[in-house]
């Protein structure tokens, strides 16, 4: 008998979760060593809203991955 391995859908989804993290952790470490304690930075509100809404969305999409992967059993 063969190993299981991790399903398709598993791998994708963490996938896009860890993708999401890890550019959360970017945007706080980058935006903390732009905004110092001698000068403010100030960012457009469309770059500020991409930087926000894309890891959050690359989150979402992962836990919607596992959801209909484990639903439709892959």
Known sequence: MAAQGTKPYVKLASTLVVVGMGLF???????????????????????????VIAPIALVAAGAVVFMVGKMRRL
């Open 25 to 51: 952790s970017i945007e706080q470490f980058g935006l903390g060593k732009l905004e110092g304690p001698d000068h403010a930075f100030h960012l457009d509100g469309t770059i500020l809203s991409a930087l």
